[in-house]
């Protein structure tokens, strides 16, 4: 089971850490990926990592500010976010699947889900 958590309030130009754990469950073999929603849009890929690797993936408008990690000893994926801007706003979601490369970006390729965090960036 998926629990993404660290989702909050924050001013623009501010920082945010997402995490992501699988309780009783490993992430060998899968890659992790974190998307974002806003109510009535699709879901959009914003960052995804290989475990087995670390190979990174990152949506255009997210490079550069944000960053993916894994830590293994803690079964855990982050997201560092930084230089927040007001169109971050979304819930946040993470899943992991088993995508091709060139699949990485899409979420029909992630077949578990968990319960989204909100991101709220407003001053």
């Known amino acids: 089971q998926l629990q993404a958590s660290g989702g909050g309030l924050v001013q623009p130009g501010g920082s945010l850490r997402l995490s992501c754990g699988a309780s009783?469950?490993?992430?060998?073999?899968?890659?992790v990926g974190w998307f974002r929603q806003d109510p009535g849009k699709d879901r959009d890929f914003v960052a995804g990592?290989?475990?087995?690797?670390?190979?990174?993936y990152y949506a255009d408008p997210v490079k550069g500010r944000f960053t993916i990690s894994r830590d293994y000893a803690k079964n855990t994926v982050y997201l560092q976010m930084d230089s927040l801007k007001p169109e971050d706003t979304a819930v946040y979601y993470c899943?992991?699947?088993?995508?091709?490369?060139?699949?990485?970006?899409?979420?029909?390729?992630?077949?578990?889900w968990g319960p989204g965090t909100l991101v709220t960036v407003s001053s």
């Open positions: 899943a992991v699947g088993r995508p091709i490369t060139s699949a990485a970006k899409n979420p029909s390729m992630y077949y578990y």
């Open positions: 009783g469950s490993s992430f060998s073999s899968y890659t």
């Open positions: 990592i290989r475990w087995s690797g670390g190979t990174t």
